[in-house]
């Protein structure tokens, strides 16, 4: 690939960030371009349909407009349902995001592993035949979240958020007996990509503790593997950020470590 590969990275809104920044960490040199949906956030309250209706031709017009030599769907609630028509309608690369269910199944020592997702991720097709593949014997619970999301969103966005709304879309991951650590949870999959933006505060608030699992180091390997190592060429291409609401972003310089250090225009 000539110059600089364009990388889109797309979610319903900011949580996308967290797969970003490890993108980034792993091609520094790459242009990027983030979009997030938000005149339509949160997608886990929307229906299949609605998702679909939505998302496959605003990637398409995002393509026009940007021309990306590849395209990261950064939204497991997207990811679990649209993949397949995007690489059906589009003839360039795609890397969607989806819970990292047999990674973790296969780590946890007392096989039992919760899924944290929207409500959305959770009920799909796609999530519960990752579970009948991959759960390897364990004792998987889907726990849909209703709220996190936005919570997650209002955090990065400097509102105030208690510690009581956080664990109560927290706390049905927590399975089996606190005291008996050979049964209980041991394994939860962030099958959201906003919820990693409040893991501080998820470690601190659990029952006890438990190994979170984050897919974007996997996703940014992928990526890799796509359009290949960065060249020696080590100067950073410029970054910019999308709000489909088209709202103006005071946020430039909050987001900026997400984009390893540029501040996206
Ligand atoms: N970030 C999205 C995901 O990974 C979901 C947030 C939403 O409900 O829009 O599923």
């Not at 966005?157 to 007996?177: R, T």
Request: net charge negative; hydrophobic share 45%.
């Amino acid at each position: 690939m000539a110059g600089f590969p364009t990388i889109l990275v797309f979610d319903s809104g900011l949580g996308g960030l967290t797969v970003l920044r490890e993108i980034v960490a792993a091609r520094p040199d790459a242009h990027y371009v983030y979009v997030a949906d938000d005149a339509f956030f949160p997608y886990g309250h929307h229906g299949e349909d609605a998702i679909v209706a939505r998302v496959v031709p605003l990637i398409g017009d995002l393509i026009a407009a940007h021309r990306p030599d590849l395209v990261v769907i950064a939204c497991n609630t997207a990811s679990t349902l649209v993949m397949s028509y995007l690489r059906e309608a589009y003839k360039i690369p795609f890397v969607g995001t989806v819970p990292a269910i047999k990674p973790a199944c296969a780590q946890s020592r007392t096989k039992r592993v919760s899924v944290l997702g929207t409500k959305g991720t959770v009920k799909r097709e796609y999530t519960r035949a990752l579970i009948r593949d991959f759960a390897q014997g364990c004792e998987v619970t889907l726990v849909g979240s209703p709220e996190l999301a936005s919570l997650a969103e209002a955090a990065l966005s400097g509102h105030e958020v208690g510690d009581g709304e956080i664990l109560a879309e927290l706390e049905p991951c927590f399975v089996g007996a606190a005291d008996d650590e050979t049964a209980r949870t041991d394994t939860i999959v962030l099958a959201c990509t906003h919820y990693p933006l409040l893991l501080e505060r998820l470690t601190r608030l659990a029952p006890w503790p438990v190994d979170w699992i984050d897919p974007a180091p996997a996703i940014a390997r992928r990526v890799v593997d796509l359009i290949g190592k960065p060249g020696r060429q080590s100067d950073k291409a410029g970054a910019e950020m999308i709000f489909t609401s088209n709202r103006p972003h005071t946020l430039s310089r909050a987001l900026m470590p997400f984009f390893g250090g540029r501040v996206p225009a």
